[in-house]
C-alpha cells in the first residue's frame, strides 16, 4: 500500500473518480457528525493560526476494469461519509457564491465536453446526489434523506453565520487526509477495513457480515450477487 499525507481540497481536485462498492452502506452522516464538521470550519475561520485540521482517512484501490477509459476509477473502501460530505458542502458553497468553477473544479471530472461526477454513489443514493448536483432544489428541498438533509444543514449554516463563502474555502485548504491507495493482489481490503472501522459511525452486525461476505468477491460478482441476493433480503426484513 501507499500511504500519503495530502490536502483535502488537492485530493479532491486532483482525484480520478471514486466508486462506492455495493457492499458500502448508505450515507447516514447526521446533524451530530454535521455539526461537529462545520464547528471545525468555524474554529479554523476564527483561529487563523491553525495550520492544519486531520480530517481522516481515505481508503481506496484500483478498480480492475474502467467503464470511463481517460481517467481511473478508483473504489472507495472508506471515507465516503467524510469525502460526500464535503462534497455537499462544496455544492452549497456553489450555490451560495453563485460560483460554477467550484462544481466543475471539485465535483466532477471533464472528458471532452462532458462532466462526470467524482464520486459514483450506490444505486440507492445515486440519484438523490444526481438532483443535487443538477441543482434541482425544488426537488430536494422537499425531501428529508440524508443527502438532501445535509445540503439544508450546511445551507442554514452558512446563510446564518457571518463566515463568507472564501474564508470557508480557506478553513477547508488546511484540512488533511491520509490517503491509503491499496495494492491489487497485496493489500487485503476486508482486513483494513475492519480496522479502521473503530472511527467514524459504527457498522452494526449486519453491515459488518454483508461487508465481509461481498467484499471477498470479485467487484463485477458483488453487484450481481448483492441484487440477486442480499438486496430483496433487506427490503424484506427493512433493512437500511
Do not use: C
Not at 471515507?79 to 466543475?104: C, K, P
Not at 440507492?124 to 430536494?140: H, P, Q
Not at 445551507?155 to 495494492?183: C, G, M, Q, T, Y
Not at 477495513?193 to 468477491?217: A, V
Request: net charge negative; aromatic share 14%.
Amino acid at each position: 500500500m501507499k500511504v500519503n499525507k495530502v490536502n483535502l481540497l488537492e485530493f479532491i481536485i486532483n482525484s480520478s473518480r471514486f466508486e462506492v462498492p455495493v457492499f458500502q452502506r448508505r450515507y447516514r452522516w447526521g446533524e451530530k457528525q454535521l455539526k461537529q464538521l462545520w464547528e471545525d470550519i468555524e474554529g479554523f475561520v476564527r483561529n487563523k493560526g491553525e495550520l492544519h485540521h486531520f480530517f481522516g482517512i481515505v481508503v481506496h484501490i484500483e478498480r480492475d476494469f474502467n467503464d470511463l477509459t481517460e481517467f481511473k476509477t478508483h473504489y472507495l473502501i472508506d471515507g465516503q461519509q467524510r469525502l460526500l460530505s464535503i462534497s455537499i458542502l462544496l455544492a452549497v458553497l456553489s450555490d451560495v457564491s453563485g460560483s460554477q468553477n467550484l462544481r466543475q473544479n471539485f465535483l466532477y471530472n471533464r472528458v471532452n465536453n462532458d462532466f462526470y461526477p467524482k464520486i459514483k454513489l450506490n444505486k440507492e443514493d445515486y440519484e438523490d446526489y444526481n438532483i443535487l448536483l443538477n441543482e434541482k432544489r425544488e426537488i430536494f428541498e422537499k425531501q428529508e434523506n440524508p443527502i438532501f438533509k445535509a445540503y439544508k444543514f450546511f445551507f442554514d449554516e452558512i446563510k446564518n453565520s457571518k463566515i463568507k463563502e472564501k474564508d470557508i474555502l480557506l478553513a477547508l485548504k488546511r484540512f488533511e487526509l491520509v490517503d491509503i491507495l491499496l495494492e491489487k493482489g497485496v493489500d487485503n481490503p476486508q482486513l483494513i477495513f475492519d480496522s479502521l472501522n473503530s472511527t467514524g459511525l459504527e457498522l452494526n452486525r449486519i453491515e459488518q457480515i454483508k461487508n465481509y461476505f461481498l467484499m471477498g468477491l470479485p467487484p463485477i460478482q458483488q453487484t450481481a450477487v448483492y441484487y440477486e441476493y442480499w438486496k430483496p433480503m433487506e427490503d424484506t426484513f427493512n433493512i437500511t
